[in-house]
């Protein structure tokens, strides 16, 4: 079971473990908006609501919402989608590609990284996109703050739904 966290203006942070957001409720950390009615967490003596959606007394600048650069995160960003051949392909048929390849100095970053599909990965090599006559579907972005999170549509639980509107998140085919 999961909580949707708010910051201390409402805006969607995170989605946690529904036992952790009872925990930041316990410490005073957070204050419970939303609980699951149907469900409790029970000890001998006592009853607890469990939260659905917490706000934290904090405010946390957008700044320091970047997202690790990751291979998980840059399939995620690039859709699945081999930003060479255009092709769609499952989590697993993936690999990152450096757009100036690690060995000619290109580093791991958001601009130069991308999601690729094995085959254009062994095609291209360690050439350049010059040198391989290949080109990018896009030119690749550290994604923005409203694409923070990718939340699957199962996972949205129907509470969520009027803290999350002006978020974009998109439905995960390959989780
Ligand atoms: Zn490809």
């Known amino acids: 079971m999961q909580a949707l966290k708010l910051d201390s203006s409402y805006r969607p942070i995170d989605i946690i473990d529904a036992f952790d957001a009872f925990s930041m409720v316990w ?4 204050k419970m908006v939303e ?3 149907d469900i409790t967490f029970k000890s001998t003596h006592s009853e607890w609501e469990v939260p659905c959606v917490i ?3 904090r405010y946390i600048p957008a700044l320091s ?3 690790v650069c990751n291979r998980k995160n840059v399939l995620w960003r690039d859709k699945y ?5 255009g092709n769609r392909f499952p989590y ?4 990152l590609d450096h757009v100036i390849p690690s060995s000619r100095g290109g580093p791991k970053t958001w601009e130069n990284i991308v999601c690729c599909c094995k085959r254009c990965n062994q095609e291209k090599g360690s050439m ?3 040198e391989a006559s290949m080109e990018l579907l896009a030119s690749p972005k550290e994604p923005s703050y409203n694409q923070f999170r990718a939340i699957t549509k199962k996972e949205i639980h ?3 739904y009027p803290y999350l509107q002006g978020i974009s998140y998109q439905i995960e085919e390959y989780t």
């Open 81 to 85: 989608i081999c930003q060479y051949c």
């Open 27 to 30: 410490c005073h950390r957070a």
């Open 92 to 95: 697993e048929k993936l690999t």
């Open 65 to 67: 919402c970047s997202m």
């Open 128 to 130: 350049l996109l010059e």
């Open 55 to 57: 706000v934290l007394n």
């Open 35 to 37: 609980s699951y009615k």
């Open 158 to 160: 129907d509470k969520w």
